[in-house]
Nanobody, 124 residues
Framework: QVQLVESGGGLVQPGGSLRLSCAAS????????IGWFRQAPGKEREGVSC????????YYADSVKGRFTISRDNAKNTVYLQMNSLKPEDTAVYYC?????????????????WGQGTQVTVSS
């Protein structure tokens, strides 16, 4: 059974850092791109970052470039999202997902398997 489980969310002050984890089970992450998405209250789900498995390419939304870093540890079957210099507007539920492809897909609707999400709240 394909499963993705996010962890690492929490409450952090503006300027702080968090590291989110996306642990996979039921399949080997080595062969699949993994994307991170987020959804704030009253807003649509949006793409945050993605890492391919084919060549390790990474992608970031403009709003997080220079602050977030995506990485993968295939030995642990886990993808990470290091989030630094957090802002209140980063507050959202963060999800990881895979489209079953080794390449990152541009459209979130192409992602078939999703985790349950982890809440990130940036507030003083």
């Amino acid at each position: 059974q394909v499963q993705l489980v996010e962890s690492g969310g929490g409450l952090v002050q503006p300027g702080g850092s968090l590291r989110l984890s996306c642990a996979a089970s039921g399949f080997t992450l080595d062969y699949y791109a993994i994307g991170w998405f987020r959804q704030a209250p009253g807003k649509e789900r949006e793409g945050v970052s993605c890492i391919s498995s084919s060549d390790g390419s990474t992608y970031y939304a403009d709003s997080v470039k220079g602050r977030f870093t995506i990485s993968r540890d295939n030995a642990k079957n886990t993808v990470y999202l290091q989030m630094n210099s957090l802002k209140p507007e980063d507050t959202a539920v963060y999800y990881c997902a895979t489209a079953g492809s080794s390449w990152c897909q541009p459209n979130l609707h192409e992602y078939d398997y999703w985790g349950q999400g982890t809440q990130v709240t940036v507030s003083s």
